[in-house]
C-alpha cells in the first residue's frame, strides 16, 4: 500500500495497516510468499476437482448406457448442450464474485468482503431459479427445435426437466466454491464435491438398477448430489466464522456490488453460452462426415473435457492471486501470477496433448473396440494433441482482464475471436477444402487470434490499472 510518510499520519497508518492485516488472516494471503509454489499447490486441488467432476460424468453416462440402454443413453446425450448453456452461465456469474471477492480481499476491506460474498448469495439463488424456471417452461421446445429424434424426445425432455430442478443448488454450490477460491481455499469445495459425486454414482447405480428409473434415475441422482454438495459448502460459510462466512442478519443486496458482479458475470456467462452455441456449427461440419469419422471424433472429443477441466484450475488461480494482489496494489506479483498461470497451463496441456498423441489408441480403445473409429479418432488427437496449449494463451489472458475488474471486453473477444470466427471458417475454409484435417485446424487458429487479441488487451488494461494507483 502507498501511503504518506510524515509523522502526524504513523498512528493512524499503523492501525491501518494492522487491519488491513488481520482482515487477510482470516484467509489465505496471497499476497505474499513465493508465487510460483502457492500457485502450484492453490491449484492442484482445483484440478483435482475438476477431474472428479469428469470422472462422475463419465459415470453417469456409463450408468445409464450400460444398464439402461441405447435409446437412454441417446435421450441423456440429447440434454448436453443444453446442460451445457445452463450450467455455462452459473459459472460466468461466480467468475464475478471470485474476483470481486479476491479484490476486496486483498485490499483488506472487510466491509467490502461481507457486502459482496452476501449479496452473491442472493443473487446466484435467484439466477438459479429463473433458470430453473425458464428451462422447465422451454425444454420440450427447445428439444424438438434441436431436432432431437422422436424416439429420444420423451426421454430427453424428463431427464432434462428433473435436473433442472438442482439448478439453484449448483448455482449455491458454485457461489460457495468462488468465495472459497478466493480466500485461498480449494481443498475444502474438493472435499465436499468427492462427496457428493460418490453418492451420485451410488445413487445412479440405485435408482436405475433397483428402482428401474433409467433416465429418470440417473437425473435425479445428479440433482440430489447437487443439493448435498451445496448444503455442504453453505454450512461451513455459516459457522466458519472467518471474514468471508455468512452470517443470517446479513443477507441482504447491496444494490452497489449487485450491479459489479452482474458486470462482471453475466458476460462471462454470456460468452459461456455462445460458446456453446457456436460449437454446434463445428459439429455441423463433424457431421457432414460418414458415420465412422462421427464416431471417432465424439471418441477423441472425451480428452477435451480432461484437458480444458485441467487447464482451468490455473485459470482460476490466476484469477484468485490476480485479484488479491490487484486489491493489495502488489504491482509484481500481479504480473507474475499472470506468466506463472499461463506457464503451468501451457506446459500442463502441452504433457497431456503429447501423451495423448502417443497413447491415442489405448486412450481411444477405452470408448470403441473398432479399429476403423479409433483410426478415425487419432486424426483429431494428432491435430489437437499439440493445439491444446495453445488455448493456454487465450484463456490465462481473459481471465487476468477479468481479475483486473474488466468483464465487457474480454467476452467480446472471445466470442469474435472463438466462436464468430469458427463459424467463418466452417463457412469458408472448411467448405472449401471439406476434409478433417481443415476442420480440426479451426481451433488452434481460433486460438492464436484471440490470444494475441486478448494479450494486447490486457496489457493496456493493466497499464492503466497500475497508473491509476
Not at 171 to 182: C, I
Not at 400 to 414: H, N, Q, Y
Request: one cysteine or more.
Amino acid at each position: 500500500m502507498a501511503y504518506g510518510l510524515n509523522a502526524g499520519r504513523g498512528r493512524s497508518i499503523h492501525m491501518k495497516n494492522k487491519t488491513e492485516n488481520e482482515n487477510r488472516t482470516a484467509a489465505k494471503d496471497l499476497t505474499s510468499g513465493p508465487l510460483a509454489k502457492q500457485i502450484l499447490f492453490f491449484s492442484l486441488p482445483l484440478m483435482a476437482s475438476n477431474i472428479l467432476q469428469v470422472l462422475f460424468n463419465m459415470a453417469d453416462v456409463a450408468v445409464v448406457g450400460q444398464f439402461a440402454g441405447s435409446v437412454a443413453l441417446g435421450s441423456v446425450g440429447s440434454t448436453t448442450i443444453l446442460v451445457a448453456l445452463y450450467t455455462g452461465v452459473l459459472i460466468g456469474i461466480s467468475s464475478g464474485i471470485n474476483i470481486l471477492v479476491a479484490l476486496a480481499m486483498g485490499a483488506g476491506d472487510q466491509k467490502s468482503v461481507t457486502e459482496t460474498v452476501h449479496t452473491a448469495l442472493l443473487i446466484s439463488g435467484m439466477t438459479g431459479v429463473f433458470l430453473l424456471t425458464a428451462g422447465v417452461l422451454s425444454a420440450s421446445g427447445i428439444l424438438q427445435f434441436l431436432h432431437t429424434k422422436p424416439e429420444l424426445l420423451a426421454g430427453a425432455v424428463i431427464y432434462l426437466r428433473i435436473y433442472l430442478l438442482g439448478l439453484p443448488a449448483l448455482a449455491l454450490y458454485n457461489f460457495g466454491n468462488a468465495v472459497l477460491s478466493a480466500a485461498g481455499d480449494t481443498k475444502r469445495p474438493l472435499l465436499y464435491l468427492s462427496a457428493a459425486g460418490v453418492l451420485n454414482v451410488a445413487l445412479n447405480l440405485f435408482f436405475v438398477l433397483v428402482c428401474q428409473l433409467a433416465v429418470a434415475g440417473v437425473a435425479l441422482a445428479s440433482i440430489i448430489s447437487q443439493y448435498v454438495s451445496a448444503f455442504l459448502i453453505l454450512r461451513h460459510l455459516f459457522v466458519c466464522g472467518e471474514s468471508y462466512g455468512l452470517r443470517r442478519e446479513s443477507l441482504h443486496i447491496n444494490k452497489e456490488r449487485a450491479v459489479r458482479i452482474l458486470q462482471l458475470g453475466v458476460p462471462a456467462g454470456l460468452q459461456n453460452a455462445i460458446f456453446y452455441v457456436a460449437n454446434l456449427f463445428v459439429q455441423m461440419g463433424v457431421n457432414s462426415f460418414d458415420a465412422v469419422m462421427v464416431a471417432g471424433n465424439s471418441a477423441a472429443a472425451n480428452a477435451d473435457n480432461l484437458v480444458y477441466d485441467m487447464m482451468a484450475a490455473f485459470y482460476t488461480a490466476c484469477g484468485s492471486f490476480i485479484g488479491q494482489n490487484y486489491g493489495a496494489k502488489q504491482k509484481k506479483r500481479i504480473i507474475k501470477s499472470y506468466f506463472l498461470s499461463m506457464f503451468y497451463a501451457f506446459i500442463l496441456a502441452l504433457v497431456l496433448g503429447v501423451g495423448l498423441v502417443v497413447c491415442g489408441r489405448q486412450f481411444l480403445s477405452l470408448f470403441s473396440p473398432d479399429s476403423a473409429v479409433i483410426a478415425a479418432g487419432m486424426v483429431r488427437l494428432k491435430i489437437m494433441g499439440f493445439s491444446y496449449c495453445v488455448s493456454a494463451f487465450m484463456d490465462s489472458s481473459i481471465a487476468a482482464a477479468r481479475s483486473l475488474g474488466k468483464s465487457l471486453v474480454p467476452t467480446v473477444i472471445v466470442i469474435m475471436g472463438a466462436c464468430v470466427f469458427r463459424v467463418v471458417w466452417i463457412y469458408t475454409v472448411f467448405a472449401h477444402f471439406g476434409t478433417p484435417a481443415s476442420l480440426y485446424l479451426l481451433f488452434i487458429c481460433s486460438w492464436t487470434v484471440t490470444a494475441i487479441v486478448g494479450n494486447l488487451y490486457f496489457a493496456k488494461v493493466y497499464r492503466e490499472a497500475v497508473k491509476a494507483w
